[in-house]
């Protein structure tokens, strides 16, 4: 946990350090003087150095930090050369330099990963990267880094040990893991989760229903609004309490449509949707709706070139949007399909029928952890395209994530923040990089939101001047700030509150 700490304390710094010089250095560029480059809150440690008029500090709480600028409060309005007395455009780059510095050193770490340490190949390792919280594998102890030797004494190669616990639901099993110099042995039966059309379904502790683990959000059940953590009540009308009920419900139904009874909080509903196979069984691999991915089996080489995260795109010219356009134009022989791999099209020659055999759901064994993938370096080129299109990615889904009802599950504040970053410290360096990265983005993103005290909120407060033609008073601009800070207090105690609960409720990943 003192590595844990320190890490936390350094990455946390190097994130204020470079979203702070952000500001810093365009503050300068616009001639505003510099009083305090501080490194943290609360009361100053010591100066390190005084340069130019500024004083570089550090202070007790490594939580944040900031640049104290010469005319910078609201009551410094006419002071000569401060901040408050810029013109607005300089005014407006001196604010968003802080979240733009962050997005660049985001995008630089991101771009260079390939080239460093290696993006994800498809497999996966023997090491765990995440326990997930309330499932068994956290119950039992499990935790991030723990590397799994053998299962049932059966030696684990390359991730092996996942077909193994998937076809074992139920089952107790004994795992030989190596956690640092020790090799511990576990015991425990994987529980039974249920896959189909888009979503997977747990046990719920309450005993009542199933839980909606995950919901992908191109399925139609997340179109109709069915989110993680809502819970399947029926089917059909037909009451589920176990996912061993569902598994024998879904083992005969052949039905075009199926209906469920949601419970999404204290509500009720009921939700229709056309009942579309989980996968298709086609080119010696197995082809995932409704995006239309190929995962290949790790001890078979798939047919024409196929690999594992490999996008349909088109069956010879015809482009593939949904199950009906693949069941019309995967009949007969077929010349080529063109599919997204690495943000690039390839076209892979068939010549061949395709034969797709649809499956409607899968039931696994799962003790709810996430194995790290195996890596491979790539280009500098490479790297640079496959780091942008996880940029891209994440702003999709942490805006995703801030715009539905998942927000309260998938925000975490300070102590979310360290328990991701023990689970980096014990997975390796790689994950720290990582971690780093996406926090900074989040920075970046978080700190544009138009809420008054942020960077976002001081944007926003000069684009209405722009529009009205004329600045705010000291006491209109008093007024912005005091909603700014309420705002933030009540975000602050709600994620806290949360973060507290999870903690209390093992709800933090491990």
Not at 352 to 380: C, H, Q, R, W
Not at 477 to 497: E, H, K, P, R, T
């Given at each position: 946990?003192?590595?844990t700490i320190i890490t936390f304390i350094i990455m946390l710094s190097v994130l204020v350090v470079v979203h702070e010089y952000g500001h810093f250095i365009v503050a300068r560029l616009c001639g505003v003087e510099i009083k305090e480059f501080a490194i943290g809150f609360g009361p100053k440690l010591f100066t390190w150095?005084?340069?130019?008029?500024?004083?570089?500090?550090?202070?007790?709480?490594?939580?944040?930090g900031f640049v104290s600028m010469k005319g910078e409060s609201i009551e410094e309005m006419d002071v000569e050369g401060g901040f408050q007395s810029m013109p607005p455009w300089k005014?407006?780059?001196?604010?968003?330099?802080?979240?733009f510095f962050s997005f660049l050193f985001a995008v630089l770490i991101f771009i260079s990963i390939g080239w460093t340490f290696g993006f994800p190949t498809g497999d996966t390792s023997?090491?765990?990267?995440?326990?997930?919280?309330?499932?068994?594998?956290?119950a039992i102890g499990l935790r991030a880094g723990d590397e799994i030797i053998s299962i049932n004494g059966i030696k684990s190669v390359k991730g092996s040990y996942v077909d193994i616990i998937h076809d074992s639901a139920g089952e107790e099993m004994t795992l030989l893991i190596k956690r640092g110099n020790k090799e511990l042995t576990f015991k425990a039966a994987p529980d039974l989760m249920v896959r189909f059309l888009g979503v997977n379904t747990k046990e719920n502790p309450a005993g009542i229903g199933v839980l909606f683990d995950s919901v992908d959000r191109e399925s139609d059940l997340y179109k109709q609004g069915v989110v993680s953590g809502d819970i399947?009540?029926?089917?059909?009308?037909?009451?589920?309490?176990?996912?061993n009920e569902l598994k024998d419900y879904l083992e005969n139904y052949k039905e075009e449509e199926i209906s469920f009874v949601v419970q999404s909080g204290k509500k009720l509903r009921t939700v229709n949707v056309p009942y579309l196979p989980f996968y298709y069984e086609t080119c010696g691999a197995k082809l995932y709706l409704p995006e239309f991915i190929f995962v290949t089996d790790?001890?078979?080489?798939?047919?024409?070139?196929?690999k594992t995260g490999d996008e349909l795109l088109k069956i010879d010219d015809n482009k593939i949007t949904d199950n009906d356009s693949f069941l019309k134009f995967s009949q007969g022989q077929v010349s080529s399909v063109t599919v997204k791999r690495d943000e690039e099209e390839k076209v892979l020659n068939i010549n061949d029928y395709l034969s797709p055999n649809p499956v409607y759901y899968i039931a696994v064994g799962a003790f709810g952890f996430f194995p790290a993938p195996m890596l491979e370096k790539t280009g500098f080129w490479d790297s640079i395209k496959i780091g942008c299109g996880y940029i891209g990615r994440?702003?999709?889904?942490?805006?995703?994530?801030?715009?539905?009802?998942?927000?309260?599950?998938n925000v975490g504040g300070p102590i979310a923040i360290v328990s991701a970053t023990n689970s980096a410290v014990n997975t390796g360096f790689f994950s720290i990089v990582l971690l780093t990265a996406g926090l900074s983005l989040s920075l970046a993103i978080l700190n544009l939101l138009p809420i008054p005290v942020l960077d976002g909120g001081h944007i926003f407060v000069l684009f209405l001047e722009f529009v009205r033609r004329k600045r705010f008073t000291?006491?209109?601009?008093?007024?912005?700030?005091?909603?700014?800070?309420?705002?933030?207090?009540?975000?602050?105690?709600?994620?806290?509150?949360?973060?507290?609960?999870?903690l209390f409720t093992d709800g933090l990943p491990k």
């Amino acid at each position: 946990m003192i590595l844990t700490i320190i890490t936390f304390i350094i990455m946390l710094s190097v994130l204020v350090v470079v979203h702070e010089y952000g500001h810093f250095i365009v503050a300068r560029l616009c001639g505003v003087e510099i009083k305090e480059f501080a490194i943290g809150f609360g009361p100053k440690l010591f100066t390190w150095l005084r340069k130019n008029g500024t004083d570089f500090t550090v202070r007790a709480f490594p939580l944040g930090g900031f640049v104290s600028m010469k005319g910078e409060s609201i009551e410094e309005m006419d002071v000569e050369g401060g901040f408050q007395s810029m013109p607005p455009w300089k005014r407006f780059l001196v604010v968003f330099a802080g979240p733009f510095f962050s997005f660049l050193f985001a995008v630089l770490i991101f771009i260079s990963i390939g080239w460093t340490f290696g993006f994800p190949t498809g497999d996966t390792s023997n090491k765990i990267q995440m326990v997930f919280p309330q499932t068994k594998a956290s119950a039992i102890g499990l935790r991030a880094g723990d590397e799994i030797i053998s299962i049932n004494g059966i030696k684990s190669v390359k991730g092996s040990y996942v077909d193994i616990i998937h076809d074992s639901a139920g089952e107790e099993m004994t795992l030989l893991i190596k956690r640092g110099n020790k090799e511990l042995t576990f015991k425990a039966a994987p529980d039974l989760m249920v896959r189909f059309l888009g979503v997977n379904t747990k046990e719920n502790p309450a005993g009542i229903g199933v839980l909606f683990d995950s919901v992908d959000r191109e399925s139609d059940l997340y179109k109709q609004g069915v989110v993680s953590g809502d819970i399947l009540i029926s089917v059909n009308g037909v009451d589920i309490d176990s996912t061993n009920e569902l598994k024998d419900y879904l083992e005969n139904y052949k039905e075009e449509e199926i209906s469920f009874v949601v419970q999404s909080g204290k509500k009720l509903r009921t939700v229709n949707v056309p009942y579309l196979p989980f996968y298709y069984e086609t080119c010696g691999a197995k082809l995932y709706l409704p995006e239309f991915i190929f995962v290949t089996d790790i001890d078979k080489e798939a047919k024409y070139g196929i690999k594992t995260g490999d996008e349909l795109l088109k069956i010879d010219d015809n482009k593939i949007t949904d199950n009906d356009s693949f069941l019309k134009f995967s009949q007969g022989q077929v010349s080529s399909v063109t599919v997204k791999r690495d943000e690039e099209e390839k076209v892979l020659n068939i010549n061949d029928y395709l034969s797709p055999n649809p499956v409607y759901y899968i039931a696994v064994g799962a003790f709810g952890f996430f194995p790290a993938p195996m890596l491979e370096k790539t280009g500098f080129w490479d790297s640079i395209k496959i780091g942008c299109g996880y940029i891209g990615r994440i702003i999709v889904e942490l805006f995703r994530v801030l715009t539905s009802r998942e927000i309260k599950d998938n925000v975490g504040g300070p102590i979310a923040i360290v328990s991701a970053t023990n689970s980096a410290v014990n997975t390796g360096f790689f994950s720290i990089v990582l971690l780093t990265a996406g926090l900074s983005l989040s920075l970046a993103i978080l700190n544009l939101l138009p809420i008054p005290v942020l960077d976002g909120g001081h944007i926003f407060v000069l684009f209405l001047e722009f529009v009205r033609r004329k600045r705010f008073t000291k006491e209109e601009l008093g007024v912005i700030q005091a909603i700014g800070l309420l705002i933030i207090i009540f975000i602050f105690v709600a994620v806290m509150y949360s973060d507290i609960s999870k903690l209390f409720t093992d709800g933090l990943p491990k």
